[in-house]
């Protein structure tokens, strides 16, 4: 007999108090019934039942096993069965006084997140109704037709460029469409409908909201905008390389819907352009001069902006190069218009990937982004491509807590999505300095998911400062108030990081908030 049986088996012979309480007939029959079933059977449940029946009349009444008519022999001969039957040899005691409180002391762990996931952070497919009726206003709000909606090129032809029509489709307070109309001026905004209609018309700052309008903030922010330094980092025409391996071809700056934390605004969102098929070949015959490049990032704006066409030529032309052997797409389409996912482009993608692995990276920031829509389409994805990654930002208001982001996680992973990054939100570009969130917050995010959700729906927690740094302690060097200094992995530079402002993150009035 283990330690733990053992244990187990000097609590049964201790009663609590002297003398057996009296316990009813009905009670003992099933004390009886309990042990021919797990003598009878060749079960390990049943034993633990009757154990854990007999701790209790221990433990409660103080009765011990021979008042009710049980030998130790018969207790002993039990607690051999367990062992036997259990594959790995498990004794009761180990189970009953070991295995089960560590689980359940774990389980305890996230109880807290269960009890609050599904109504504080409610996924966009628990969200569906809503969204429905949501759709039907818009819909008939924008007069589109059910087919124009479920077509990609309908969600471009409808998307929501003005104030105005914002307006009609979401309760703005009229000071919120004054600093809307007010930052429209310098900033773009552009809403597919159909992202439109994943916002909750009631929330005052509404996760979606929040990503795709943008607020009087990204003007009035001081601080300098610090612009990509270009010849820094491009080798060639549409090419950009911080690393030695993998290199982006910038094949589009257009996106479906422009996001109001966009680390690219500097080339997104201005105007639309329609690169030379020159461009493309200059930054083809870039990467077969150079042998040492071997993954491509197809980038933008958004890869799955290109044309079907476009896309199918590009792909091909990197197939061909032997050096090249990975290839990804970035984009936010599948959860910005879904509906571009056609058969074609999955034809596309499936082609290329079956002569080297594909992989899409898309961004969500929220669970209230995964609808059955962009569910469906990431499953069509998966099964024409080798991975479906996540880069999220994370953002203040956005899923800058433990509940949002590990419900974020778990229900991309979901949706047939590994996540992949959080970005912490780049100090480079001040419109968005209202959304950062500090370092430390982050990290502490991230660092609560291990040991508590899966881990592969576990994250790195990167900054961005030329090139990714993933934010482990082991990069960062020092911290002060407004400083991180941290230091390149690759390299061994250090280079200062710029931290969230904290009483601009402790702020509580921001965004439609101030309204
Ligand atoms: C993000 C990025 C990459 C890819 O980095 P990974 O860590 O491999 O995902 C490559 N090149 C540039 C210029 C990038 O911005
Ligand atoms: S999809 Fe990406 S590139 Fe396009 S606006 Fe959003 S963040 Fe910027």
């Given at each position: 007999?283990?330690s733990?049986?053992?244990?187990?088996?000097?609590?049964?012979y201790?009663?609590?108090?002297?003398?057996?309480?009296?316990?009813?007939?009905?009670a003992?029959?099933?004390?009886?019934?309990?042990?021919?079933?797990?003598s009878?059977?060749?079960?390990?449940?049943?034993?633990?039942?009757?154990?854990?029946?007999?701790?209790?009349?221990?433990?409660?009444?103080?009765?011990?096993?021979?008042?009710?008519?049980f030998?130790?022999?018969?207790?002993?001969a039990?607690?051999?069965?367990?062992?036997?039957?259990?594959?790995?040899?498990v004794t009761?005691?180990?189970?009953?006084?070991r295995?089960?409180?560590?689980?359940?002391?774990?389980g305890?762990r996230?109880?807290?997140?269960?009890?609050?996931k599904?109504?504080?952070?409610?996924?966009?497919?628990?969200?569906?109704?809503t969204?429905?009726?949501n759709?039907?206003?818009?819909?008939?709000?924008?007069g589109?037709?059910?087919?124009?909606?479920?077509?990609?090129?309908?969600?471009?032809?409808?998307?929501i460029?003005?104030?105005?029509?914002l307006?009609?489709?979401?309760n703005?307070?009229d000071?919120?469409v004054k600093?809307?109309?007010?930052?429209?001026?310098?900033?773009?905004?552009?809403?597919?409908?159909?992202?439109?209609?994943?916002?909750?018309?009631?929330?005052?700052?509404?996760?979606?909201?929040?990503?795709?309008?943008?607020?009087?903030?990204?003007?009035?922010?001081?601080?300098?905008?610090?612009p990509?330094?270009?010849?820094?980092?491009?080798?060639?025409?549409?090419?950009?390389?911080f690393?030695?391996?993998?290199?982006?071809?910038?094949?589009t700056?257009?996106?479906?819907?422009y996001?109001?934390?966009?680390?690219r605004?500097?080339?997104?969102?201005?105007?639309?352009?329609?690169?030379?098929?020159?461009?493309?070949?200059?930054?083809?015959?870039?990467?077969?001069?150079?042998?040492?490049?071997?993954?491509?990032?197809?980038?933008?704006?958004?890869?799955?902006?290109?044309?079907?066409?476009?896309l199918?030529?590009?792909l091909?032309?990197l197939?061909?190069i032997?050096?090249?052997?990975?290839k990804?797409l970035?984009?936010?389409?599948?959860?910005?218009?879904?509906?571009r996912?056609d058969?074609?482009?999955?034809?596309?993608?499936?082609?290329?990937?079956?002569?080297k692995?594909?992989?899409?990276?898309?961004?969500?920031?929220?669970?209230?982004?995964?609808?059955?829509?962009?569910?469906?389409?990431?499953?069509?994805?998966?099964?024409?491509?080798?991975a479906?990654?996540n880069q999220?930002v994370?953002m203040?208001?956005?899923?800058?807590?433990?509940?949002?982001?590990w419900?974020?996680?778990?229900?991309?992973?979901?949706?047939?999505?590994?996540?992949y990054?959080?970005?912490?939100c780049s100090?480079?570009?001040?419109q968005?300095?209202h959304?950062r969130?500090p370092?430390?917050?982050?990290?502490?995010i991230?660092?609560?998911?291990?040991?508590?959700?899966?881990?592969?729906?576990?994250?790195?927690?990167?900054?961005t400062?030329?090139?990714?740094?993933?934010?482990?302690?082991?990069?960062?060097?020092?911290?002060?108030?407004?400083?991180?200094?941290l230091?390149?992995?690759?390299s061994g530079?250090?280079?200062?990081y710029?931290?969230?402002?904290?009483?601009?993150?402790?702020?509580?009035?921001f965004?439609?908030?101030k309204?």
């Amino acid at each position: 007999m283990d330690s733990f049986t053992k244990e187990l088996f000097k609590e049964l012979y201790s009663p609590s108090h002297k003398g057996p309480a009296e316990m009813s007939n009905t009670a003992k029959a099933e004390l009886e019934n309990l042990y021919q079933k797990a003598s009878s059977e060749d079960l390990t449940q049943p034993i633990l039942d009757f154990f854990l029946q007999m701790r209790n009349c221990a433990r409660e009444n103080g009765i011990v096993p021979t008042d009710l008519g049980f030998s130790e022999e018969q207790l002993t001969a039990l607690a051999a069965k367990h062992a036997q039957i259990d594959e790995h040899g498990v004794t009761v005691g180990g189970r009953l006084n070991r295995a089960l409180p560590i689980a359940s002391e774990a389980g305890q762990r996230t109880t807290d997140y269960l009890a609050r996931k599904d109504i504080e952070v409610p996924s966009g497919i628990q969200l569906w109704e809503t969204i429905q009726q949501n759709i039907h206003n818009i819909q008939t709000s924008l007069g589109m037709t059910d087919k124009d909606w479920q077509s990609y090129t309908g969600q471009l032809k409808f998307a929501i460029d003005k104030v105005e029509t914002l307006a009609k489709i979401i309760n703005l307070p009229d000071q919120a469409v004054k600093e809307v109309l007010r930052v429209t001026q310098s900033y773009r905004m552009r809403l597919t409908p159909y992202y439109a209609s994943l916002i909750m018309p009631e929330k005052v700052n509404d996760p979606v909201l929040l990503q795709s309008v943008p607020t009087g903030e990204m003007i009035d922010n001081i601080g300098e905008e610090i612009p990509p330094v270009a010849a820094d980092h491009s080798p060639a025409r549409l090419i950009d390389q911080f690393y030695p391996r993998v290199v982006t071809i910038k094949a589009t700056n257009m996106c479906a819907m422009y996001c109001t934390h966009c680390l690219r605004i500097a080339h997104i969102g201005k105007k639309d352009r329609i690169y030379a098929k020159t461009a493309y070949r200059e930054a083809l015959d870039y990467i077969r001069r150079n042998p040492t490049i071997r993954d491509l990032l197809i980038t933008g704006g958004d890869a799955f902006v290109l044309p079907n066409d476009m896309l199918r030529w590009l792909l091909s032309e990197l197939d061909a190069i032997d050096h090249v052997t990975v290839k990804r797409l970035g984009t936010r389409i599948p959860v910005t218009a879904p509906m571009r996912i056609d058969n074609e482009l999955l034809d596309i993608i499936g082609a290329s990937n079956d002569m080297k692995p594909v992989r899409v990276v898309t961004q969500i920031n929220t669970a209230q982004e995964i609808t059955p829509v962009s569910r469906e389409g990431f499953r069509k994805l998966a099964k024409c491509t080798s991975a479906l990654l996540n880069q999220a930002v994370l953002m203040k208001g956005i899923n800058d807590t433990q509940v949002k982001m590990w419900k974020l996680c778990e229900t991309i992973q979901e949706a047939y999505v590994r996540p992949y990054y959080i970005f912490n939100c780049s100090y480079r570009n001040p419109q968005f300095a209202h959304l950062r969130v500090p370092v430390e917050v982050g990290r502490d995010i991230v660092e609560s998911m291990y040991g508590n959700i899966s881990g592969d729906a576990i994250p790195r927690f990167i900054a961005t400062a030329g090139g990714k740094i993933p934010l482990h302690r082991d990069n960062v060097v020092s911290a002060t108030e407004k400083d991180i200094i941290l230091r390149k992995p690759w390299s061994g530079e250090e280079v200062i990081y710029p931290d969230a402002n904290q009483k601009e993150y402790q702020r509580q009035k921001f965004a439609f908030a101030k309204y």
